[in-house]
Antibody, heavy 121, light 109 residues
């Protein structure tokens, strides 16, 4: 099983970025997909999660209204779009699979390689 | 929701044991048996080392153990090795999210 994310992005303040996460080797619809970011030198920050089977989503308060999670069941790919980019949004963005079938938990057992998002004017 | 509270740093000598705490509230750590721990080496992707408070995924050394009492979860690493030097993060399920601790840098002296 693996998660492969799209490549690094450079965006201007105010722009949007869309990161993809292609899953393989497991039943994509049945496991929640989480998005976590890590700013340079900082800790992990949970952003949101998506249940691919239903499309149901849950967002951290800090990202409500600015992050949008979607998925494409035909290609087993999850997407995270973040709008209104600020310099503070510069970070590595990870997708991570929940370890539990069907249920949402706190254990992420499979991670993408990370996507570096740079915000620069 | 605020991040879980972890010490910024801990240290120990090879062969010793160390414990990292992770303090939350009864809405997260204290309310559910869904606390996990991750290890992250510099420049690397986080790795799950403990789930559901005290369970180890396949392939994780038995030197890593987890526990919980009230609103505080703990990660203990016994028989410290140089390769254990890394950042460690706890996480907890909540009804509306998942939250992480601020992270703890472990230095092996």
């Amino acid at each position: 099983a693996q998660l492969v994310q799209s490549g690094a992005e450079v965006k201007k303040p105010g722009a949007s970025v869309k990161v993809s996460c292609k899953a393989s080797g497991y039943a994509f619809p049945g496991y929640h997909m989480h998005w976590v970011r890590q700013a340079p030198g900082q800790g992990l920050e949970w952003m949101a999660c998506l249940y691919p089977s239903s499309g149901d989503t849950m967002y951290a308060q800090n990202f409500q209204g600015r992050a949008t999670l979607t998925r494409d069941l035909s290609t087993d790919t999850a997407y995270m779009e973040l709008s209104g980019l600020k310099f503070d949004d510069m970070a590595v963005y990870y997708c991570a699979r929940d370890s539990q079938w069907l249920a949402r938990g706190s254990a992420f057992d499979l991670w993408g390689q990370g996507t570096v998002v740079t915000v620069s004017s | 929701q605020s991040a879980l509270t972890q010490p910024a740093s801990v240290s120990g000598s090879p062969g010793q044991s160390i414990t990292i705490s992770c303090t939350g509230t009864n809405s997260d750590v204290g309310g559910y048996n869904s606390v996990s721990w991750f290890q992250q080496h510099p420049g690397r992707v986080p790795r799950l080392i403990i789930y559901e408070v005290s369970n180890r995924p396949s392939g994780v050394s038995s030197r890593f153990s987890g526990s919980k009492s009230g609103n505080t979860a703990s990660l203990t690493i016994s028989g410290l090795q140089a390769e254990d030097e890394a950042d460690y993060y706890c996480s907890s399920y909540t009804s509306r999210s998942t939250i992480f601790g601020g992270g703890t840098k472990l230095t092996v002296l």
